[in-house]
């Protein structure tokens, strides 16, 4: 079984940057992709970004493509979200998910979810 658990979420004035983190346990951490997704109030889950088993691969969504990068550390069994440049609108919570296999971008193809990180970007 997998365990993800999430952290580096809080509040952030408009234009500032956090750093999300992931770290994985209970599986070969080198043998998950995993992909990042958020969920605003009042609206659908949305990937944002994801990377490949050995992180030679990665999918940025275009909402937040030139502000966000992901990247991973297998030796240290976790995955890191940057972000830059925050407007208000990406105000959610951030969940990190995890799959054997290659990396997709729907979340329904995602065996394993953390609990989720509140990250608010205030005006």
């Known amino acids: 079984q997998v365990q993800l658990v999430e952290s580096g979420g809080g509040l952030v004035q408009a234009g500032g940057s956090l750093r999300l983190s992931c770290a994985a346990s209970?599986?070969?951490?080198?043998?998950?992709?995993i992909g990042w997704f958020r969920q605003a109030p009042g609206k659908e889950r949305e990937f944002v970004a994801g990377?490949?088993?050995?992180?030679?691969?990665?999918r940025i969504a275009d909402s937040v493509k030139g502000r966000f990068t992901i990247s991973r550390d297998n030796a240290k069994n976790t995955v890191y979200l940057q972000m830059n440049s925050l407007p208000p609108e990406d105000t959610a919570v951030y969940y990190c998910?995890?799959?054997?296999?290659?990396?997709?971008?729907?979340?329904?193809?995602?065996?394993?979810w953390g609990q989720g990180t509140q990250v608010t970007v205030s005006s």
């Open positions: 990377i490949s088993r050995n992180g030679d691969s990665t």
């Open positions: 209970g599986l070969t951490f080198s043998t998950l992709a």
């Open positions: 998910a995890a799959r054997s296999g290659r990396l997709q971008t729907v979340g329904g193809l995602y065996d394993y």
